[in-house]
């Protein structure tokens, strides 16, 4: 099993990789996400995508997946980090620091950081699509949507807010069962989606028992 030391710097230096400048990209966008998504921090979710593929490899008979899983691993830290950018906006939780440097915002103003946070969502599925077999990348990019969307961390985002009085939903949790599912879904969908990712990928299989 790769030790977890060892995880944070291959992460960090496939996400470089993946964040050079590219034709087409302007160049105040790509410092933007390059700013956030490069600032220290501990990539536990992509650390279990990692963990969970080799896990799964080895069940099946293989000391390391036959398939790479870093680009699934950095795939869902770009979601991950999305999320932070554009939790962190006025509109949000209007926070000024994000891993020990001023925010997306705070940097490059309010629409670059939302177009920052669009930008990292977009490529997170275009690095799946781009790095796995079609029926593979298929099942990857179906778990992450899920993970992120309305029934997940999005709608997690809208019982938050709700719960604040920011906004009027009827997701506001009035319980403490309500509280922990707003918690499943803000935060914990992403984690689960980072092991089932795992498991695809280092099963090379095309879907899950649920």
């Known amino acids: 099993m790769t030790p977890l030391d060892d995880i944070k710097p291959r992460?960090?230096?496939?996400?470089?990789?993946?964040?050079?400048?590219?034709?087409?990209?302007?160049?105040?966008?790509?410092?933007?996400?390059?700013?956030?998504?490069l600032a220290p921090g501990k990539r536990t979710r992509p650390a279990l995508v990692l963990l969970a593929a080799e896990a799964v490899a080895g069940k099946l008979g293989f000391s390391l997946p036959s398939t790479d899983p870093v680009p699934a691993a950095c795939a869902i830290e770009m979601v991950h980090v999305y999320s932070l950018v554009h939790d962190d906006l006025p509109a949000m939780d209007d926070d000024d620091l994000r891993r020990g440097q001023p925010?997306?915002?705070?940097?490059?103003?309010?629409?670059?950081a939302i177009l920052v946070g669009d930008a990292l969502l977009t490529l997170s599925f275009e690095t799946i699509a781009k790095n796995y077999?079609?029926?593979?990348?298929?099942?990857?990019?179906?778990?992450?949507?899920?993970?992120?969307?309305?029934?997940?961390?999005?709608?997690g985002q809208v019982a938050d807010l709700?719960?604040?009085?920011?906004?009027?939903?009827?997701?506001?949790?009035?319980?403490?069962?309500?509280?922990?599912?707003?918690?499943?879904?803000?935060?914990?969908?992403?984690?689960?989606?980072?092991?089932?990712?795992g498991a695809l990928v280092g099963s090379g299989c095309a879907s899950l028992p649920e």
């Open 103 to 112: 925010t997306c915002h705070k940097k490059f103003g309010e629409a670059m």
């Open 11 to 37: 992460i960090d230096k496939a996400l470089d990789a993946i964040l050079a400048p590219s034709p087409g990209w302007p160049s105040t966008l790509l410092q933007a996400m390059r700013y956030s998504a």
């Open 133 to 155: 077999p079609d029926s593979l990348a298929g099942a990857c990019c179906l778990e992450l949507a899920r993970a992120a969307g309305p029934s997940g961390m999005v709608g």
């Open 162 to 197: 709700a719960a604040e009085g920011r906004i009027a939903d009827a997701s506001a949790p009035t319980t403490l069962d309500d509280l922990e599912a707003l918690h499943r879904r803000k935060t914990g969908q992403l984690i689960v989606a980072s092991l089932r990712l």
